[in-house]
């Protein structure tokens, strides 16, 4: 009798999924096409990328680097050879830089060898540099190549704040020599560590004279 009903029961779950895969149609060819070829709309509240996270986790993609927010603007004092790195302004950190051998004076044209003055972004990092690590600054900007085009010159560019040049030595890397710079803004390698830990890419910085 078991066997029986057993028998019964495997017949009916067959007649049952034979019935309910014949229910299954695919999609009418219209409908599949409109389904896989439609644009997408952009919605940034999805833009995940942008958001940075996905399911409340970080994304880092490929050149992404996660906001610390630890300094909001980077000053420094050409006279003074200082660097400070300030947070809703209280001072974070200081450092004494090099310069190029002549400090004095705004930029002006490329091979000056001065170091700009005003408020630009630090906008990009290049982890491997000829000096060490480097951060780019903004210039020049709308004003300075104006001001380089009325002389007949070009502005400019490329000017960093970056580490030492390699010299081969154990310890020489650490130890800041006299204005040397082209008209960057240089600090020692263990210093260009620090600063690169604690500025963000955005981040404002202004030079004074």
Same mark, same amino acid.
Not at 113 to 125: A, N, Q, S, V
């Given at each position: ?16 999924? &034979?019935?309910?895969?014949?229910? /299954? #149609? ?6 599949? @096409?409109?389904? %896989? +070829? ?80 005003? &408020?630009?972004?630090?906008?990009? /990092? #290049? ?6 690590? @480097?951060?780019? %600054? +903004? ?71």
């Amino acid at each position: 009798m078991k066997k029986f009903l057993c028998g019964l029961t495997l017949a009916f779950v067959g007649l049952f999924s &034979t019935a309910h895969a014949l229910e /299954i #149609k695919p999609l009418p060819a219209l409908l599949l @096409a409109s389904a %896989i +070829s439609d644009d997408v709309v952009y919605d940034e509240d999805f833009d995940y990328v942008k958001l940075g996270k996905f399911s409340n986790l970080n994304l880092y993609p490929q050149g992404y680097r996660a906001k610390k927010n630890l300094v909001d603007h980077v000053i420094v004092y050409k006279q003074r050879h200082q660097m400070v790195l300030m947070n809703k302004d209280k001072v974070v950190k200081n450092f004494w830089i090099a310069l190029s051998n002549k400090p004095v004076g705004k930029k002006q044209y490329e091979g000056d060898k001065r170091t700009p003055e005003g &408020t630009y972004t630090l906008d990009y /990092i #290049k982890e491997h540099s000829s000096f060490y690590r @480097a951060f780019h %600054i +903004s210039y020049p900007n709308k004003e300075d190549i104006a001001n380089a085009r009325k002389m007949g010159r070009r502005p400019g560019g490329m000017i960093m704040v970056h580490g030492q040049p390699p010299t081969g030595g154990e310890y020489q890397e650490t130890v800041q020599r006299t204005d040397w710079t082209n008209g960057c803004i240089a600090l020692l390698n263990p210093d260009i560590d620090i600063f690169m830990s604690l500025v963000d890419v955005g981040t404002p910085i202004t030079i004074n004279p």
